[in-house]
């Protein structure tokens, strides 16, 4: 018993302190994108890229959007690059998302696999 209330009391304030740095540090990941695209929005270049392949996610939870993972390939300074990215679009342009068709997107001239699409939005 007594080993019980000693320990209690450090859980009482560490496992909530666990907690609040794991938000932190995800909020500092989202931020870190967040500046990514508004560099890439604002310095990028802008090009067309082949879809390679879409993988829809499996629990979709956005209502009338469909989530998905698209692979890319693109040229850029003579060399071809596949990357990926998260994609939502609406369940009424989804025949627009399969491989084999152009996407427009905007890389970044520093980074060419790190790149935002154009015409859809990043997830």
Do not use: C
Not at 4 to 12: H, R, T, V
Not at 27 to 56: C, M, W
Not at 94 to 123: A, C, M, T
């Amino acid at each position: 018993m007594n080993f019980l209330s000693y320990i209690m009391p450090k859980l009482a304030w560490i496992i909530p302190l666990i907690g609040l740095t794991f938000a932190g540090y995800v909020a500092f990941l989202t931020s870190q994108g967040n500046k990514r695209d508004a560099y890439i929005k604002e310095h990028g270049v802008d090009i067309d890229a082949i879809i390679t392949e879409v993988v829809p996610d499996k629990y979709q939870r956005a209502n009338n959007k469909i989530v998905s993972v698209v692979t890319v390939k693109y040229n850029f300074s003579g060399k071809a690059i596949l990357s990926k990215r998260g994609i939502r679009v609406y369940v009424t342009d989804k025949d627009e998302i399969q491989v084999g068709k152009p996407l427009r997107i905007r890389l970044n001239p520093n980074k060419p696999e790190e790149f935002y699409y154009i015409d859809y939005e990043s997830s």
